[in-house]
């Protein structure tokens, strides 16, 4: 389930994208980015529901917070059941280990707002935008991708007629979507800020 590919390290910090499945032959998959090190030293790949990838992915975030000292944040896509899934993942944070992705809107001054809602909305106006994004991270090579599958599946993407950017026929889409999701939350997602220690007199 897990393709591993170098180990966690302290004080990095890991943003994690999942696209959920709800059966029917697709997979359940999560990217693990590091925006300290900008590769992704982790894969999440399984034919699963999301319900079933959930505890698996709660592990991790332990893991990744037990290793790094700095809390993961991470956003499940609400499609597919990913929407309630978030919800029992956000139960599952009993010790504030990881971080919610709260989605975000566009703002009417200032670019974009986030909102009170957990996971992120791949639509009609999101979705081209992502993967555009994601692309423009490829060609500048902004990423290092060790993980084969997802580097088969970007070569299987094609653009329809109707301008759909998606999967090839009988071609899956869901690592190259999870990467894009993770791609766009690098763009607005922090570390938490450190205390300072200060010195009372």
């Known amino acids: 389930m897990f393709r591993r590919y170098r180990e966690y390290q302290k004080d990095e910090f890991i943003i994690v994208a999942c696209d959920t499945s709800s059966g029917g032959g697709d997979y359940s998959c999560a990217q693990f980015l590091s925006k300290t090190k900008l590769d992704v030293p982790t894969v999440y790949h399984s034919q699963i529901t999301a319900t079933e990838m959930t505890p698996h992915i709660a592990s ?3 893991l990744i917070h037990r290793q790094t000292g700095i809390k993961p944040v991470v956003a499940y896509e609400t ?22 992705y ?3 809107s566009l703002g009417t001054t200032d670019g974009l707002e986030t909102t009170e809602k957990y996971g992120f909305n ?17 060609d500048n090579q902004l ?9 088969s599946e970007m070569f299987s993407f094609i653009v329809k007629p109707n301008g759909r950017p998606e999967a090839e026929q009988s071609a899956h889409d869901d690592l190259v979507m999870s990467l894009a999701i993770a791609w766009q939350m690098y763009q607005t997602e922090n570390p938490p800020m450190k205390r300072k220690a200060t010195n009372e007199t």
């Open 79 to 100: 499609n597919n059941g990913g929407v309630f899934e978030l919800q029992r993942l956000a139960t599952l944070n009993r010790d504030g280990h990881w971080t919610m």
């Open 102 to 104: 709260l989605q975000k």
């Open 122 to 138: 791949t639509n009609s106006a999101t979705r081209p935008a992502i993967l555009q994004l994601l692309k423009e991270a490829i």
């Open 143 to 151: 990423i290092r991708i060790y993980d084969k599958p997802t580097i």
């Open 60 to 62: 991790e975030l332990e």
